[in-house]
């Protein structure tokens, strides 16, 4: 049976025959614009008439009529067909003059300015990535959101094509019922690209966490990021598998997902709130773990405090897909084209970083990287002179000496060089900056 649209438009007062005159007894519209009425309809209107209080030639009192709104609803819901109470809310809705509400160009607008947006983000780390531009070369991260951004050309171009059709309007100003069919078919058929995107992106950037810190054989490498990383892959892998499946399942036959809108097929659903529910919550447990996983790392960086949360806001931009639980198809729409179409570019931030300081860097002659590097090497220098300076003082002092010098036990005569090499592995270069 018919549930979110149905409700939805039983919820809506039926209101008539603004403009009207009584013929055989039954409201009729005077202008030709007016749908016409099936019998169905036509005799709940008639019916419906003396409990309005309202005289049958008052068309003004007839469209905020409570009780005729009550007794046309009954009666409707009682005999006529979903679709004859699709046409008699259209008759309501265009003899009572009701605002007509279609949101289709706005949903428009917005899925190619989001898709926009997403093509930005990917041409832009593929030119963060070319050798020639001094990138580090393309990776299984490149590839697997490039292969994500793929997969959002058709799940772009398939809502665009559900606007036409009536994607965004009144289920009742809709006027072909085939429409109606067309619309939830393809809703259905987006719903496994959204999956498939959501899973990907998140698995793009898990990819790209591995890149940036390979395996390095150190023994103080903490070895669970990476394996954290495989595992989370290996996750969201069989997440996206689970969630195809319930999709696939959701309804016997298959195509009741698309076709009991009208209650005219048999067939049965599992319960869609739950099952949205539940991915909803999946989702955005994985986003909290995919964000936070590379914090430790990134805060363990040989770079000072502000580059520090420089570097972690980059990151951490990749947060805000969390999908927005509705009834509403058209919203529900508009929130997933968002959220994988922004997931996508999230994805590209850190390449889009590296390739906007390399174009600075062009642009002006000012080299981030170089000028944290003599800053570095000029804080190294200053601890250098202090800590020679103590040992000399404490030679001329005393003669004594303790022990080996850090040359004979095989280490660096420079007390501070020899911390430096401790310092746990990084991604980072020598000059602690990150190699996107």
């Keep these: 049976m018919w549930t979110i649209p149905f409700v939805l438009l039983l919820s809506f007062a039926m209101q008539y025959a603004q403009g009207s005159e009584v013929e055989s ?29 309202c005289k049958p030639t008052d068309g003004a009192c007839l469209c905020t009529s409570t009780p005729f709104t009550n007794a046309v609803t009954t009666c409707l819901t009682a005999n006529c067909t979903v679709i004859e109470q699709l046409e008699t809310k259209r008759y309501s809705a265009v003899t009572c003059q009701e605002p007509v509400r279609d949101h289709g160009g706005l949903t428009k607008t917005l899925i190619w300015v989001f898709f926009s947006i997403a093509t930005f983000g990917i041409l832009a780390r593929a030119l963060s990535r070319m050798p020639a531009l001094s990138g580090t070369g393309y990776g299984w991260d490149d590839l697997v959101i490039l292969v994500s951004w793929l ?126 529910f539940a991915t909803s919550c999946l989702n955005i447990s994985s986003d909290i773990v995919v964000i936070l996983l590379p914090v430790p790392r990134l805060l363990s960086l040989s770079i000072n405090a502000r580059k520090k949360m420089a570097v972690v806001a980059t990151f951490l931009m990749v947060w805000g897909s969390a999908p927005n639980v509705t009834y509403l198809y058209n919203p529900i729409a508009i929130w997933s084209n968002l959220e994988i179409n922004l997931g996508v570019l999230c994805a590209c931030i850190p390449a889009i970083a590296g390739l906007t300081q390399r174009l600075y860097t062009l642009m002006t002659g000012y080299n981030f990287t ?21 040992q000399y003082e404490l ?29 746990p592995g990084t991604c980072s270069s020598a000059d602690g900056t990150l190699k996107y």
Excluded at 32 to 50: I, M, N, Y
Excluded at 152 to 163: A, Q
Excluded at 190 to 198: K, M, N
Excluded at 370 to 387: G, L, N, P
Aim: some cysteine; hydrophobic content about 40%.
């Design 25 to 53: 007894g039954v409201v009729t519209a005077q202008t030709t614009t007016v749908p016409k009425l099936s019998t169905c309809s036509s005799s709940c209107l008639a019916q419906s008439v003396p409990v309005s209080g």
């Design 151 to 276: 997969v959002l050309i058709p799940s772009d171009v398939t809502l665009n094509h559900m606007v036409d059709l009536g994607l965004g309007q009144d289920i009742w100003m809709i006027v072909d019922p085939s429409n109606i069919t067309a619309v939830l078919y393809w809703f259905y058929v987006s719903e496994f690209t959204y999956v498939a995107l959501q899973s990907s992106i998140k698995i793009a950037i898990l990819f790209l966490y591995l890149r940036m810190w390979p395996y390095t054989g150190a023994p103080d490498e903490p070895g669970w990021f990476r394996t954290s990383c495989k595992i989370l892959i290996v996750v969201l892998t069989v997440h996206a598998g689970i969630l195809f499946t319930a999709l696939s399942l959701q309804c016997q036959p298959f195509s009741f997902s698309w076709l009991r809108w009208d209650g005219q097929h048999v067939g049965y659903c599992i319960d869609i709130n739950a099952l949205i």
């Design 370 to 390: 170089t000028a944290h590097r003599s800053a570095m090497e000029k804080s190294t220098h200053d601890q250098r002179d202090k800590v020679h300076g103590r």
């Design 395 to 423: 030679e001329s002092k005393s003669p004594i000496t303790f022990g080996r010098s850090f040359s004979e036990s095989g280490g660096s005569d420079d007390p501070l060089q020899e911390q430096q090499q401790r310092q």
